[in-house]
């Protein structure tokens, strides 16, 4: 069974510094898609990031980029400039079959 | 059409009531997913529709739950002899057919037993 890990439940980054979330996952399938998922206080869940794992290329999104790799399971999310916007539960997440499998979350809190 | 819905977005109910939930998938979209999300963790898959047609359930959705989507729009998620552990988030979401990749989460509705 497909399983994703987030082994860190919080993190605390200054504003405009660089962060990076960690991710693990395990699957026996060659081709899927990942995902990071934001979920601000009170707020719905917003997809920031998506992979797709026959891509080589590390996927960006503005100031949102993954590592990527395929060989390790590994998929972290590094968010640069970090705002206070960008609080919020941040969920790694791994496509099996026709539903969408979320690690525990990382909450991660902007210090100003 | 702004995005998925769902209604109420809080809920309290007494333990061994019965308890419904509506969620509006974006109009387009003609997967509809539920999913549960329990304080500290991340959102459980319980079920999803293809128009109105139930795919697959987990074994998360005990026989105390039922979904429905009658006409391949709107569904609902209908709790009954609701339980203290059944106190959670529930997400509903859409995508159009199988791209999942690219489903759009509701608010939530969030569901305290007492």
């Known amino acids: 069974a497909q399983t994703v890990t987030q082994s860190q439940p919080e993190m605390s980054v200054q504003e405009a510094e660089t962060v990076t979330l960690s991710c693990t996952y395990d699957?026996?399938?060659?081709?899927?898609?990942l995902f990071w998922y934001k979920q601000p206080p009170s707020r719905q869940m917003i997809l920031v990031i998506r992979?797709?794992?026959?891509?080589?290329q590390n996927a960006t999104e503005n100031r949102f980029s993954v590592n990527f790799q395929k060989a390790a399971k590994s998929f972290s999310l590094k968010i640069s400039d970090s705002q206070l916007g960008d609080a919020a539960m941040y969920f790694c997440?791994?496509?099996?079959?026709?539903?969408?499998?979320f690690g525990k979350g990382t909450r991660l809190h902007i210090l100003p | 059409d702004t995005g998925v819905s769902q209604d109420p977005r809080h809920k309290i109910t007494k333990r061994g009531q019965n308890v419904t939930f509506r969620c509006d998938p974006i109009?387009?979209?003609?997967?509809l997913y539920w999913y549960r999300q329990t304080l500290g963790q991340g959102p459980e898959f319980l079920t999803y529709?293809?128009?109105?047609?139930?795919?697959?359930k987990s074994r998360l959705l005990s026989d105390r739950f039922s979904a429905e989507r009658p006409k391949g729009s709107f569904s609902t998620l209908e709790i009954q002899r609701t339980e203290q552990g059944d106190s959670a988030m529930y997400l509903c979401?859409?995508?159009?057919?199988?791209?999942?990749?690219?489903?759009?989460f509701g608010p939530g509705t969030r569901l305290t037993v007492t």
């Open positions: 529709f293809q128009n109105e047609a139930q795919l697959e």
């Open positions: 979401a859409s995508s159009l057919g199988d791209r999942i990749h690219e489903q759009y």
């Open positions: 992979q797709e794992a026959y891509k080589q």
């Open positions: 997440a791994y496509r099996s079959d026709d539903k969408i499998i």
């Open positions: 109009s387009e979209h003609n997967r």
């Open positions: 699957t026996s399938e060659s081709d899927y898609y």
